[in-house]
């Protein structure tokens, strides 16, 4: 089966509705060149309905994160999934390792979050991760199938047939430094044999995508790996010259 890509922009806490505008104009511009893959922006929350109105369709939005709980109520400071889908948002990431290691997020949380994304209609982009020293210490596959299998558990492996998964190493997110290609496209085999080992036809399916210092010049190179199916930009997904630049050696690999 041929899987689409998807280029998904991470703008973090980023952005200005003058600097969003400039940005969403020169996306705008391009984007009818890119019409064989998915292109996606997930600006920070207070943004959405406005980049949504500036996107009128042919460029996806998401969110960056949203309340793990599934109904309105006394939850100062939360977003409910059903809110970011009545503004347009057709994805939200969920456990960004900015999440785990910051705001405490551990794997049940992160389950809860992925389940209540889909309950509001939302695709989950779902982040696992190892931590340099977990490389280091040979960990890397007991945390990926740890972090992953976490949320197989709490919903099944079902629900991937409606969810993304990103591989990002943590020691490769904003640093500069990017897994080889060999690195990735071992790490994601290994994620889709997870999901294989219980549902061969949904890990063919499910979208795996890498992220982590992903730029213009070593795009091609991860992009073309059997196993990865788009990439989770964040630094080089505000600027329009680097994120489409991204996009073109996606679109070349496409297939479609
Ligand atoms: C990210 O935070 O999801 C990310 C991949 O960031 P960067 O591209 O800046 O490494």
Redesign the pocket.
């Known amino acids: 089966m041929s899987r689409r890509y998807l280029i998904a922009g ?1 703008w ?1 806490m980023n952005g200005s509705l003058s600097a969003n505008a400039v940005l969403l104009s020169e996306l705008s511009l391009k984007q009818d060149q890119y019409s064989g893959i998915d292109m996606l922006v997930c600006p920070p929350a207070p943004y959405l309905e406005s980049v949504g109105r500036q996107l009128g369709g042919g460029i996806l939005l998401g969110a960056q994160n949203l309340s793990d709980q599934t109904k309105a109520g006394a939850y100062t400071g939360e977003v409910l999934g059903e809110m970011l889908a009545e503004l347009g948002c057709r994805y939200v990431i969920v456990g ?1 390792s ?1 999440r785990r290691a910051l705001y405490g997020e551990d794997d049940a949380t992160v389950a809860r979050k992925f389940i209540a994304a889909q309950a509001s209609g939302l695709i989950p982009i779902l ?1 696992v991760g190892e931590t340099l020293e977990e490389r280091e210490s040979d960990a890397t596959e007991a945390v990926l199938g740890r972090q992953l299998g976490a949320v197989v558990a709490a919903a099944g492996v079902g629900a991937f047939a409606k969810a993304v998964i990103a591989y ?1 190493p943590v020691w ?4 500069g430094r990017t897994a080889t290609a060999e690195q990735a496209q071992a790490a994601h085999a290994f994620l889709r044999g997870q999901l294989a080992a219980q549902d061969a036809k949904i890990a063919n399916s499910t979208q795996l995508l890498y ?4 730029k213009a010049d070593n795009a091609a190179s991860l992009l073309s790996c059997d196993d990865v199916d788009g990439g ?5 997904s505000l600027k329009a010259a680097d994120f489409l630049a991204i996009c073109a050696a996606a679109q070349a690999l496409s297939k479609n």
């Open positions: 991470n973090k960004h900015e982040c990002e490769a997110i904003g640093t992220g982590g210092s992903v989770l930009i964040g630094g080089a």
